[in-house]
């Protein structure tokens, strides 16, 4: 388990040069140069232990807009802020981002995750939703993919995450449960240990991609009903995801339609902001919390003038 706060050990710079290797590698074979390993697949494991504390004593803590944590990247003047959410439809959460950045877009632009806008903001007209979904599901169909999403459209844009791993994913969070009650009984000591257990025996390989381990469980479900603890959800995946191209080529080996539906659809969120924002003075996104390290590795290469939107086309 990995505390909410930075340690106050300092990075040496043997431990920066560390970090700066890690992202400099664009591939698995990359990493296989850096760690010891057998393979490029024990070499993602390896690189993602050794990579999480070292992010963790990076990090610092996360800025706020009106109560709202994110990241924060300035792209050609403008900010673009990523506020990873845990878009459980709760009362709380609802309450929190409606009160903290409704008021803010007198001064910019609120783009939403496709299925979240309906959940918080279906109220607000200001309040727009990117076609990063729809974009993705073209894109499988596209590439011939056997589509798990296609049948939940007609539900509705918003329920196809939550029912992407069907029978295995209810299991899942059905065991996540029973474990987190054990917690309340026995301890946080003994939820942690059979936590770690109950992951290793009922997450795969695309799961370890996709953050769907009983920590992330554990502090989604948390922060869905206490907003205040959505910095501590958005640590963890900030610390626990290697760099964006790392994980989309292990989950693009392993499940490419879920790498489309998940880590590619980041790349597209921060293109779509960029594209559309205009001369907004500032501008938030609102994403699902897995989806925020990775949306803002995408507005950092926009910032570095290694991306550009232009000719971007809405689908």
Request: aromatic share 8%.
């Amino acid at each position: 388990m990995v505390p909410d706060e930075p340690s106050d050990a300092s990075l040496s710079a043997a431990d920066r040069e560390r970090l700066a290797a890690f992202r400099a590698a664009g591939s698995l074979a990359d990493i296989h140069s850096l760690v010891e390993a057998t393979d490029e697949h024990e070499a993602y494991l390896v690189a993602r232990t050794e990579w999480r504390p070292l992010r963790h004593r990076e990090l610092s803590p996360l800025p706020a807009v009106g109560g709202v944590p994110g990241s924060r990247v300035v792209v050609d003047g403008t900010p673009f802020w990523v506020h990873g959410v845990t878009h459980a439809d709760t009362d709380a959460e609802r309450g929190v981002l409606r009160e903290g950045l409704l008021p803010a877009l007198d001064d910019g632009t609120l783009y939403c995750e496709q299925g979240i806008r309906p959940m918080y903001f279906a109220d607000a007209p200001t309040v727009c939703e990117m076609d990063d979904l729809r974009w993705a599901m073209a894109r499988c169909r596209e590439e011939g993919l056997d589509s798990h999403v296609e049948g939940f459209a007609e539900r509705g844009l918003d329920s196809v995450l939550s029912d992407l791993g069907g029978l295995a994913a209810t299991f899942r969070e059905a065991a996540f449960h029973l474990v987190e009650t054990g917690g309340d009984l026995y301890g946080e000591r003994f939820e942690a240990a059979l936590g770690d257990v109950a992951s290793g025996f009922l997450t795969d390989h695309a799961d370890l991609a996709t953050g769907r381990e009983f920590e992330a469980f554990r502090r989604s479900r948390a922060a869905a009903d206490d907003p205040t603890r959505l910095a501590a959800l958005q640590r963890y995946y900030e610390t626990t995801f290697l760099p964006q191209p790392l994980e989309r080529e292990w989950l693009r080996r392993h499940d490419p339609e879920l790498e489309l539906v998940t880590h590619a659809r980041n790349e597209r969120m921060a293109d779509y902001a960029v594209a559309h924002h205009a001369s907004a003075p500032s501008v938030h996104l609102v994403v699902g919390a897995a989806h925020q390290p990775g949306v803002r590795y995408y507005l950092e290469r926009h910032r570095d003038g290694e991306r550009d939107a232009t000719g971007f086309e809405v689908v």
